[in-house]
């Protein structure tokens, strides 16, 4: 039994009422983005770097040079793309929490059906109150499914 199909729908109505929110995910995004940035530099720095030395030097100096400088660009450059998708990952968390959080509802306790006495003497309005209260759970238990679902697919 996973996490989500422990917890009942107030259980998860509760969860992300009372949530801090995504408040840590939101700084790790920016502090990714600033050492992305920093390796994106690096990268072009490594670059520039390996063709001034194969316009300075000659022979199989400039290619060792640049067989020694280019990789390393490329590794910054990968670890930047890397990045990037880390940053869109921590994105669509943040967002995944807001829709799930918007979308939760608190879920009514169920109605006891009415007695046959008490419908009677309403002339049938118990029996409505009662489907209405039913009906009403039932879009409680559709929100509770939906962030349930979204919460598999974090």
């Given at each position: 039994m996973g996490f989500w199909d422990s917890m009942s729908g107030q259980q998860i109505y509760e969860n992300f009422a009372s949530a801090d929110g995504p408040d840590g995910l939101m700084q790790a995004q920016q502090?990714?983005?600033?050492?992305?940035?920093?390796?994106?530099e690096r990268e072009n720095q490594i670059r520039t770097l390996a063709a001034s030395m194969e316009e300075g030097w000659t022979g199989d100096a400039a290619g060792a040079a640049q067989r020694g400088?280019?990789?390393?660009?490329?590794?910054?450059?990968?670890?930047?793309?890397?990045?990037?998708?880390a940053k869109d990952l921590l994105a669509n968390q943040v967002d995944s929490f807001?829709?799930?959080?918007?979308?939760?509802?608190?879920?009514?306790?169920?109605?006891?059906?009415?007695s046959t006495f008490h419908n009677l003497i309403s002339f049938g309005g118990a029996q409505s109150d009662y489907e209405a209260g039913v009906a009403y759970g039932k879009q409680g238990q559709?929100?509770?499914?939906?962030?349930?679902k979204h919460g598999r697919q974090m």
């Amino acid at each position: 039994m996973g996490f989500w199909d422990s917890m009942s729908g107030q259980q998860i109505y509760e969860n992300f009422a009372s949530a801090d929110g995504p408040d840590g995910l939101m700084q790790a995004q920016q502090h990714l983005a600033r050492v992305e940035a920093v390796y994106t530099e690096r990268e072009n720095q490594i670059r520039t770097l390996a063709a001034s030395m194969e316009e300075g030097w000659t022979g199989d100096a400039a290619g060792a040079a640049q067989r020694g400088a280019g990789p390393l660009a490329v590794a910054h450059g990968g670890a930047a793309q890397e990045m990037a998708t880390a940053k869109d990952l921590l994105a669509n968390q943040v967002d995944s929490f807001y829709v799930v959080k918007s979308s939760v509802t608190p879920v009514p306790p169920a109605p006891s059906e009415p007695s046959t006495f008490h419908n009677l003497i309403s002339f049938g309005g118990a029996q409505s109150d009662y489907e209405a209260g039913v009906a009403y759970g039932k879009q409680g238990q559709a929100a509770e499914d939906a962030a349930a679902k979204h919460g598999r697919q974090m």
